[in-house]
């Protein structure tokens, strides 16, 4: 335990933040995660007790709702960095107009995206599945629909919840969290379970868990913790300087997050030629590694967290090396993550009624993903994090995108549909691309271009 303490207090104290502080900010925000991903997987489970077409229909147009709402949460992620940079200076006037804009402009974007995904439902669908089966087409667009309309509270909540996280106020974020999360849990089992409304059940409860997680996400930013002394003629008011500095961050993101989304949509589009059962497993597959996401996305918001501050103070040294021992110390965290949860798959299996030749699917995927994330992970993301936070967002989105359609997209395809492996190739694809990752992102990290973007 002694040696414990040593090495943290050693790699991880400095003067701007100290061990035990950076500690209670990841268990905070593991926890945080926890809820997150807990509840998606319960709530996919439900959807997956009504049949394979409603988890395989909800699989389907998942990829599209994850594109279009990634596009406003990129810009959130964009507006935290900048609220994150200015508290490292100690700008308060700066602090505030990012969290006005910054939610501001999460809204606009949400309403436009979503009225656009709304009215287009059916033709989406229809275009880019033209071969599946009449009944998960009816399913798709019906779930796309209601998600849209969800999307407008929770750009809201979203853009929120990534300010107090950039503030290191991860109290905040967690109690969030856990009333949306919990919400959604229990309007799921009302609706899916109790009064049997399927995939549209689903819907409903996304829409009334966000729309009471934006109302108290307001209350508790303008009202309950406001200690930035924050009004609500901030969300309204945008100036050139800071809406700049948004766009300038998030854009870079939201590019890539597009991008990403389609080479996402690529996969999808093969993958359905894969059957039913294959369509499911690989749906279940995604929900239950969720949950091993519980502690790597408690280390991207750390280390977001941590590096926006320190680039903030420009202490360009300390944000090196908190990025560095970040890595390192998120490779011990995730080699436990796994080692934990990789022997409950069976247990975890029995939420979803999977069928035999579905389980078997999934425990090969599982074990893929299992296998690579200690390795990799920490190296492929958490830089990207750390540059992205110093205004080399361009570099980490190309990195991204390139990754992705040589992993993913390129061998997941050729391992999948021509050399017949199928789910478990697409798997392989996604650790190719945490290498091609983790490689130039360790390039770029040597070099200090990143740091006098």
């Given at each position: 335990?002694?040696?414990?303490?040593?090495?943290?207090?050693?790699?991880?104290?400095?003067?701007?933040?100290?061990?035990?502080?950076?500690?209670?900010?990841?268990?905070?925000?593991?926890?945080?995660?926890?809820?997150?991903?807990?509840?998606?997987?319960?709530?996919?489970?439900?959807?997956?007790?009504?049949?394979?077409?409603?988890?395989?229909?909800?699989?389907?147009?998942?990829?599209?709702?994850?594109?279009?709402?990634?596009?406003?949460?990129?810009?959130?992620?964009?507006?935290?960095?900048?609220?994150?940079?200015?508290?490292?200076?100690?700008?308060?006037?700066?602090?505030?107009?990012?969290?006005?804009?910054?939610?501001?402009?999460?809204?606009?974007?949400?309403?436009?995206?979503?009225?656009?995904?709304?009215?287009?439902?059916?033709?989406?669908?229809?275009?880019?599945?033209?071969?599946?089966?009449?009944?998960?087409?009816?399913?798709?667009?019906?779930?796309?629909?209601?998600?849209?309309?969800?999307?407008?509270?929770?750009?809201?909540?979203?853009?929120?919840?990534?300010?107090?996280?950039?503030?290191?106020?991860?109290?905040?974020?967690?109690?969030?969290?856990?009333?949306?999360?919990?919400?959604?849990?229990?309007?799921?089992?009302?609706?899916?379970?109790?009064?049997?409304?399927?995939?549209?059940?689903?819907?409903?409860?996304?829409?009334?868990?966000?729309?009471?997680?934006?109302?108290?996400?307001?209350?508790?930013?303008?009202?309950?913790?406001?200690?930035?002394?924050?009004?609500?003629?901030?969300?309204?008011?945008?100036?050139?300087?800071?809406?700049?500095?948004?766009?300038?961050?998030?854009?870079?993101?939201?590019?890539?997050?597009?991008?990403?989304?389609?080479?996402?949509?690529?996969?999808?589009?093969?993958?359905?030629?894969?059957?039913?059962?294959?369509?499911?497993?690989?749906?279940?597959?995604?929900?239950?590694?969720?949950?091993?996401?519980?502690?790597?996305?408690?280390?991207?918001?750390?280390?977001?967290?941590?590096?926006?501050?320190?680039?903030?103070?420009?202490?360009?040294?300390?944000?090196?090396?908190?990025?560095?021992?970040?890595?390192?110390?998120?490779?011990?965290?995730?080699?436990?993550?796994?080692?934990?949860?990789?022997?409950?798959?069976?247990?975890?299996?029995?939420?979803?009624?999977?069928?035999?030749?579905a389980s078997a699917i999934i425990r090969i995927a599982l074990g893929i993903g299992a296998a690579g994330m200690p390795l990799l992970w920490c190296d492929s993301y958490l830089p990207a994090f750390t540059i992205r936070a110093c205004g080399d967002g361009m570099y980490a989105s190309i990195v991204s995108i390139v990754s992705l359609f040589l992993g993913r997209?390129?061998?997941?395809?050729?391992?999948?549909?021509?050399?017949?492996?199928?789910?478990?190739?697409?798997?392989?694809?996604?650790?190719?691309?945490?290498?091609?990752?983790?490689?130039?992102?360790?390039?770029?990290?040597?070099?200090?271009?990143?740091?006098?973007?």
């Amino acid at each position: 335990m002694n040696k414990l303490q040593h090495y943290l207090d050693t790699h991880l104290t400095s003067t701007q933040f100290s061990y035990p502080q950076l500690v209670k900010m990841f268990l905070t925000l593991a926890l945080d995660q926890f809820f997150i991903f807990l509840i998606s997987m319960l709530s996919s489970a439900m959807v997956s007790s009504v049949g394979e077409a409603a988890i395989a229909a909800v699989s389907m147009v998942g990829t599209i709702n994850g594109m279009v709402s990634l596009l406003f949460t990129s810009l959130a992620t964009g507006g935290g960095i900048v609220v994150a940079r200015a508290k490292g200076r100690g700008d308060l006037a700066s602090i505030r107009q990012a969290i006005g804009e910054s939610a501001g402009l999460c809204f606009l974007t949400a309403l436009l995206l979503a009225s656009v995904l709304y009215l287009s439902a059916p033709v989406i669908v229809s275009t880019i599945y033209p071969h599946v089966e009449p009944l998960l087409i009816q399913y798709a667009i019906r779930y796309m629909r209601l998600m849209a309309i969800s999307f407008l509270p929770f750009s809201i909540f979203n853009a929120v919840f990534n300010i107090f996280r950039s503030l290191g106020d991860t109290k905040s974020s967690l109690l969030l969290t856990v009333v949306i999360n919990v919400t959604h849990l229990f309007l799921s089992m009302l609706f899916i379970n109790i009064l049997h409304l399927g995939v549209d059940g689903s819907g409903y409860s996304y829409i009334i868990a966000r729309l009471i997680g934006a109302v108290l996400a307001l209350l508790w930013l303008l009202v309950i913790h406001n200690s930035y002394a924050l009004h609500l003629f901030h969300f309204f008011h945008f100036s050139r300087s800071v809406s700049r500095d948004i766009f300038v961050t998030g854009m870079p993101l939201v590019l890539e997050s597009f991008l990403m989304q389609s080479g996402m949509l690529l996969v999808q589009v093969y993958l359905a030629r894969l059957t039913t059962t294959a369509l499911a497993a690989q749906a279940v597959s995604n929900s239950i590694f969720s949950l091993y996401s519980t502690t790597s996305g408690a280390l991207s918001a750390l280390t977001a967290t941590v590096t926006g501050q320190c680039f903030g103070a420009r202490n360009y040294d300390l944000t090196r090396r908190y990025c560095q021992n970040l890595i390192r110390s998120g490779r011990a965290v995730l080699l436990i993550t796994v080692l934990v949860l990789y022997p409950l798959t069976p247990l975890l299996l029995r939420l979803y009624s999977a069928t035999p030749e579905a389980s078997a699917i999934i425990r090969i995927a599982l074990g893929i993903g299992a296998a690579g994330m200690p390795l990799l992970w920490c190296d492929s993301y958490l830089p990207a994090f750390t540059i992205r936070a110093c205004g080399d967002g361009m570099y980490a989105s190309i990195v991204s995108i390139v990754s992705l359609f040589l992993g993913r997209c390129l061998l997941g395809y050729l391992l999948t549909i021509p050399f017949g492996l199928g789910v478990p190739g697409i798997w392989i694809g996604m650790v190719t691309e945490w290498l091609i990752r983790g490689i130039l992102l360790h390039w770029r990290l040597k070099g200090t271009k990143w740091l006098h973007i």
